[in-house]
């Protein structure tokens, strides 16, 4: 899927921010890998990649009974719009955790609203 300026998808960076939750010497990366609504790639907000909030809110949701399910996703989607202003939160419904080694470089894909992290060290380019 191409955006409003014409760019594909997916964006690249290392890991260096200090609002996440790291355990074990990995970050939280926030992504949606469900068909139908992405996350960071419909809102575009870096925060909200590694939010420790949400984080915490999609373990809770994790762990807890199905019918908790809708309520924890509406705390996120409240928490962010609050926080990060007017986005398309969408994805927050899908929402999965990435244990990501610090330091690792990696993008996020999305295709028809289900997004994937790929990392540069399992990445194949080929050559022509």
């Not at 890991?15 to 939280?28: H, L, M, P, Y």
């Not at 925060?47 to 915490?56: G, I, K, Q, Y």
């Not at 719009?81 to 999305?110: C, Q």
Request: glycine fraction near 8%.
């Amino acid at each position: 899927m191409r955006d409003h300026l014409g760019f594909n998808d997916q964006i690249s960076f290392t890991i260096t921010k200090e609002k996440e939750i790291i355990r074990d010497g990995r970050v939280a990366i926030l992504y949606a890998p469900d068909f139908g609504s992405g996350w960071f790639t419909w809102h575009r907000v870096l925060e909200l990649l590694r939010d420790p909030e949400v984080v915490h809110l999609v373990e809770c949701r994790e762990k807890g009974a199905e019918e908790e399910r809708a309520y924890f996703t509406e705390k996120i989607i409240r928490y962010c719009e609050s926080t990060y202003g007017g986005h398309n939160y969408h994805g927050a419904d899908d929402l999965m955790i990435e244990w990501v080694e610090l330091g690792d470089k990696f993008r996020i894909t999305e295709y028809d609203g289900a997004e994937t992290i790929e990392y540069l060290t399992q990445t194949v380019w080929m050559e022509g």
